[in-house]
């Protein structure tokens, strides 16, 4: 089976900070990534998949990119709103596993 | 608009089984893999199972294979999970997830709101 391996497990940034997230698969995965965010409370919501297309509705403040088994969610400069959990997900093939997820703190 | 919603949930003793439900509106169902999620209490996301549009292929976590089955019924529009033999483990908020466009190596568009599983005696 794939793992998902994101850093950090969680970090503090100030509003207006560039903010960055990696993923690493086990083993390849060509561009089957999804990002997810999902803040306290509420239910995930797909933010980017094939690792790099920004879904419909999402600010262009969130950017995704890498390929094969190392990869990066970018926020370029953090809102308070950004306040959430975020998870990667391998989409490659079953099991369809997510990393632990990434906490985002606004400093 | 698409729309997920699941129903089923609630507590069930451990060696327990419960049905849950996902109501889909919106979209094409049969023309879309679906998926269930879970998140215990405080942690993270873990995928429980894929069904094709079609039905015909199934995927499963290793952690509920054997316990739990996924179907569907497209003229129904409705996604089932049927969960049987529940361990404490099992406890958590259900989502059932729509894929996006191609098959079942998509990505999860669309999730539920979710249905809480409590396993306890």
């Known amino acids: 089976d794939i793992q998902m391996t994101q850093s950090p497990s969680s970090l503090s940034a100030s509003v207006g900070d560039r903010v960055t997230i990696t993923c690493r698969a086990s083993q390849g995965i060509n561009n089957y990534l999804a990002w997810y965010q999902q803040k306290p409370g509420k239910v995930p919501k797909l933010l980017i998949y094939a690792a790099s297309t920004l879904q419909s509705g999402v600010p262009s403040r969130f950017s995704g990119s890498g390929s094969g088994t190392d990869f990066t969610l970018t926020i370029s400069s953090l809102q308070p709103e950004d306040v959430a959990t975020f998870y990667c997900q391998n989409y490659n093939s079953a099991p369809y596993t997510f990393g632990q997820g990434t906490k985002l703190e606004i400093k | 608009e698409v729309q997920l919603v699941e129903s089923g949930g609630g507590l069930v003793q451990p060696g327990g089984s419960l049905r849950l439900s996902c109501a889909a509106s919106g979209f094409t169902f049969g023309s879309y893999a679906m998926s269930w999620v879970r998140q215990a209490p405080g942690k993270g996301l873990e995928w429980v199972s894929t069904?094709?549009?079609?039905?015909?292929?199934?995927y499963y976590a290793d952690s509920v294979k054997g316990r739990f089955t996924i179907s569907r019924d497209n003229p129904k529009n409705t996604l089932y999970l049927q969960m049987n033999s529940l361990r404490a483990e099992d406890a958590a908020v259900y989502y059932c997830a729509k894929h996006g466009p191609g098959g079942w190596t998509t990505w999860f568009d669309t999730w539920g709101q979710g249905t809480l599983v409590t396993v306890s005696s």
């Open positions: 069904i094709s549009g079609s039905g015909y292929t199934t």
